[in-house]
């Protein structure tokens, strides 16, 4: 039986490099007890914001440099908590860091406000003087945000509320990484092997080409939720009720524009997108028929969605490979960025492979003051290459941001995210399909790209839809979320985006708790903007094609500017305007193109 190596047991070269951050634990502890004493020098500035406009910038400074420093404290306490949630030394490091992240918002809190007591044509004027220049895009949020901040006593209250209020997503973590994958259980693999069934190994697994081992994963890997299910509604439940609090305190129509103003993005954009998607499902119906037919399956089932289209050809990299396929497909980006890119995958960048009690998925981090990091459960699959290629698109994305902007300005915002990720994933499928002429290759990797189009365009969008729907049902009080009522929700959207080529019989029926399972639907709107991304990486990545460098050298800008002005307006410099359907349709256009290729390939 294959089994995942504990922590201890993972060799150094297939780690992150966490010790250029902090060497050791005991230094981590010396800037941990300096950095508590940022919270009384910030706490100086209290009833001085009024003074004069460098006041102000004195201020801010100590702020983002207190903020500069707990963050770097925070980022190794979550990525260490990260490669084995059950470390108990670790989790407790977390936790402390957590505390003190939380502790300084509260700390913090007054500056908004106080602030915003001043006259409005006072603030303005103060806004302009040159010695608040580098801290423009502050004082323009702040006159934005005015009309939903609110007086010093209460916005410290809401600070203080801010790390109990997250509490539920902290649960949904150590049941979906430590608890249910106790109950995995075993299953074999094509070869009869028994396996430990993991995160990792069910989306391997469901790209069997053996129908019946991606039907006992698919059914086993769901019941181990199901077995939770009142449990993980009920702390869904919970992360939307807090976000709705929230909302309503500082005045918002509704949650979903709450989060949405933070970045200044319309309803019009989130709906537009889901409307944008519902006239092309006819598309996506004939991509499922096509599989249907090639397959020659029939019933067709949920778990017949992500095995190869062709059943003699089976890309597997090991992890030289991946890193090869990144060097040479993400050439078009220009030498530096690759230069930048073989240094960080050389260099620690990457914790490479699961191991027992390690956070699911994959993700990009680190601070200011690190290398960016990247965990992955690398699979050897090409599905597990395009994730890597994905998180290292982020990646790329903090360090040109880093590099060219202070602090303050080189955070990035979630909304443009997830473009420069699916922007790497567009190069490298270019690469890899001008790489072959062979029929069964092209059509592996066309179906490739086709289902990582349906993972991140219309699952990403659904997604949206059940996450608009739910907390609407919150917000009017129409119904509790229930597991019930969550299932049902779930199930009716699932049918609407796949269409009757499904059986929808008792086979596919562990698919209506899929919720349960989704940890993006604890970061509040997050998941419309993998499409919204996905379709500006589509426009981004056919003008980095056909212009070449003047076409770089937007995009480079664009990544280097990380939060230096608003996020419509920084795509807009790159050569993508999202406040238009044109983006999405253009994206939906290239998947009908490559759908195209995809019959005739088949039908050849």
Same mark, same amino acid.
């Given at each position: 039986?294959?089994?995942? *190596?504990?922590?201890?047991?993972?060799?150094?070269?297939?780690?992150?490099?966490?010790?250029?951050?902090?060497?050791?634990?005991?230094?981590?502890?010396?800037?941990?007890?300096?950095?508590?004493?940022?919270?009384?020098?910030?706490?100086?500035?209290?009833?001085?914001?009024?003074?004069?406009?460098?006041?102000?910038?004195?201020?801010?400074?100590?702020?983002?440099?207190?903020?500069?420093?707990?963050?770097?404290?925070?980022?190794?306490?979550?990525?260490?908590?990260?490669?084995?949630?059950?470390?108990?030394?670790?989790?407790?490091?977390?936790?402390?860091?957590?505390?003190?992240?939380?502790?300084?918002?509260?700390?913090?809190?007054?500056?908004? #406000?106080?602030?915003?007591?001043?006259?409005?044509?006072?603030?303005?004027?103060?806004?302009?003087?040159?010695?608040?220049?580098?801290?423009?895009?502050?004082?323009?949020?702040?006159?934005?945000?005015? #009309?939903?901040?609110? *007086?010093?006593?209460?916005?410290?209250?809401?600070?203080?509320?801010?790390?109990?209020? @997250?509490?539920?997503?902290?649960?949904?973590?150590?049941?979906?990484?430590?608890?249910?994958?106790?109950?995995?259980?075993?299953?074999?693999?094509?070869?009869? $092997?028994?396996?430990?069934?993991?995160?990792?190994?069910? /989306?391997?697994?469901?790209?069997?080409?053996?129908?019946?081992?991606?039907?006992?994963?698919?059914?086993?890997?769901? $019941?181990?939720?199901?077995?939770?299910?009142?449990?993980?509604?009920?702390?869904?439940?919970?992360?939307?009720?807090?976000?709705?609090?929230?909302?309503?305190?500082?005045?918002? #129509?509704?949650?979903?524009?709450?989060?949405?103003?933070?970045?200044?993005?319309?309803?019009?954009?989130?709906?537009?997108?889901?409307?944008?998607?519902?006239?092309?499902? *006819?598309?996506?119906?004939?991509?499922?028929?096509?599989?249907?037919?090639?397959? $020659?399956?029939? =019933?067709?089932?949920?778990?017949?969605?992500?095995? =190869?289209?062709? @059943?003699?050809?089976?890309?597997?990299?090991?992890?030289?490979?991946?890193?090869?396929?990144?060097?040479?497909?993400?050439?078009?980006?220009?030498?530096?960025?690759?230069?930048?890119?073989?240094?960080?995958?050389?260099?620690?960048?990457?914790?490479?492979?699961?191991?027992?009690?390690?956070?699911?998925? &994959?993700?990009?981090?680190?601070?200011?003051?690190?290398?960016?990091?990247?965990?992955?459960?690398?699979?050897?699959?090409?599905?597990?290459?395009?994730?890597?290629?994905?998180?290292?698109?982020?990646?790329?994305?903090?360090?040109?941001?880093?590099?060219?902007?202070?602090?303050?300005?080189?955070?990035?915002?979630?909304?443009?995210?997830?473009?420069?990720?699916?922007?790497?994933? &567009?190069?490298?499928?270019?690469?890899?399909?001008?790489?072959?002429?062979?029929?069964?290759?092209?059509?592996?990797?066309?179906?490739?790209?086709?289902?990582?189009?349906?993972?991140?365009?219309?699952?990403?969008?659904?997604?949206?839809?059940?996450?608009?729907?739910?907390?609407?049902?919150?917000?009017? /009080?129409?119904?509790?979320?229930?597991?019930?009522?969550?299932?049902?929700?779930?199930?009716?959207?699932?049918?609407?985006?796949?269409?009757?080529?499904?059986?929808?019989?008792?086979?596919?029926?562990?698919?209506?708790?899929?919720?349960?399972?989704?940890?993006?639907?604890?970061?509040?709107?997050?998941?419309?903007?993998?499409?919204?991304?996905?379709?500006?990486?589509?426009?981004?990545?056919?003008?980095?094609?056909?212009?070449?460098? *003047?076409?770089? $050298?937007?995009?480079?800008?664009?990544?280097?500017?990380?939060?230096?002005?608003?996020?419509?307006?920084?795509?807009? /410099?790159?050569?993508?305007?999202?406040?238009? #359907? %044109?983006?999405?349709?253009?994206?939906?256009?290239?998947?009908?193109?490559?759908?195209?290729?995809?019959? %005739?390939?088949?039908?050849?």
């Amino acid at each position: 039986m294959s089994t995942l *190596p504990p922590r201890s047991e993972v060799p150094q070269e297939d780690r992150w490099n966490l010790e250029a951050l902090f060497a050791h634990d005991q230094l981590w502890e010396q800037e941990f007890t300096e950095a508590k004493q940022w919270l009384a020098t910030v706490s100086t500035w209290k009833g001085r914001l009024h003074e004069s406009p460098q006041i102000v910038c004195d201020a801010l400074k100590d702020m983002f440099e207190a903020y500069r420093q707990i963050h770097k404290l925070y980022v190794y306490a979550h990525l260490r908590n990260d490669e084995d949630l059950g470390n108990s030394q670790y989790k407790t490091l977390f936790e402390r860091a957590r505390k003190l992240y939380f502790d300084f918002q509260t700390t913090a809190s007054f500056y908004s #406000p106080e602030l915003l007591e001043l006259p409005e044509e006072t603030l303005k004027s103060w806004s302009k003087d040159p010695v608040l220049e580098t801290y423009r895009v502050y004082m323009r949020d702040l006159l934005r945000k005015k #009309p939903h901040t609110l *007086p010093q006593e209460q916005e410290h209250l809401l600070s203080m509320a801010a790390e109990p209020l @997250s509490n539920s997503t902290q649960i949904f973590s150590m049941l979906n990484n430590l608890d249910i994958p106790e109950f995995f259980g075993q299953v074999d693999d094509e070869e009869g $092997k028994q396996l430990q069934l993991s995160h990792g190994q069910y /989306g391997k697994l469901t790209e069997s080409s053996n129908r019946e081992v991606r039907r006992n994963v698919f059914h086993q890997y769901f $019941k181990a939720f199901q077995q939770h299910r009142n449990t993980l509604a009920t702390a869904l439940e919970g992360r939307l009720k807090a976000n709705i609090f929230l909302a309503k305190a500082r005045n918002y #129509p509704s949650a979903r524009e709450a989060a949405l103003f933070t970045n200044q993005i319309p309803t019009s954009v989130y709906d537009g997108l889901i409307d944008a998607i519902h006239e092309h499902l *006819p598309d996506f119906y004939r991509y499922m028929e096509l599989r249907k037919r090639v397959l $020659k399956l029939d =019933p067709f089932h949920i778990y017949d969605m992500r095995n =190869p289209i062709v @059943s003699d050809i089976n890309l597997t990299y090991n992890w030289n490979e991946a890193e090869t396929m990144m060097l040479e497909g993400l050439q078009p980006l220009g030498k530096d960025y690759i230069e930048t890119m073989r240094h960080g995958l050389k260099n620690g960048w990457v914790d490479r492979y699961e191991n027992t009690g390690k956070r699911s998925g &994959a993700y990009s981090s680190g601070c200011y003051d690190s290398m960016p990091y990247i965990l992955h459960n690398y699979t050897k699959t090409l599905g597990s290459v395009f994730t890597l290629a994905h998180e290292l698109g982020h990646s790329m994305h903090s360090a040109l941001a880093n590099q060219r902007q202070p602090f303050h300005t080189s955070d990035y915002c979630i909304f443009v995210a997830e473009v420069a990720s699916t922007t790497n994933e &567009a190069l490298l499928t270019h690469h890899l399909l001008e790489q072959t002429d062979d029929p069964k290759v092209r059509i592996y990797l066309i179906n490739n790209y086709l289902d990582d189009f349906r993972g991140t365009m219309f699952r990403q969008t659904m997604f949206a839809e059940f996450e608009r729907d739910i907390y609407a049902t919150v917000e009017s /009080g129409s119904a509790a979320l229930t597991a019930d009522h969550l299932d049902q929700t779930y199930l009716e959207l699932v049918k609407k985006y796949h269409g009757d080529t499904i059986a929808w019989d008792d086979e596919d029926a562990p698919i209506a708790s899929e919720w349960s399972r989704i940890p993006h639907f604890y970061y509040n709107f997050y998941v419309y903007q993998y499409a919204t991304g996905m379709a500006a990486a589509t426009t981004l990545a056919r003008k980095i094609l056909e212009e070449g460098e *003047p076409a770089v $050298k937007r995009y480079l800008n664009f990544l280097s500017s990380g939060g230096s002005d608003d996020p419509l307006v920084l795509l807009q /410099g790159a050569g993508v305007d999202l406040t238009t #359907p %044109q983006p999405v349709r253009e994206a939906l256009s290239v998947f009908r193109t490559y759908l195209n290729e995809l019959e %005739q390939l088949l039908e050849a």
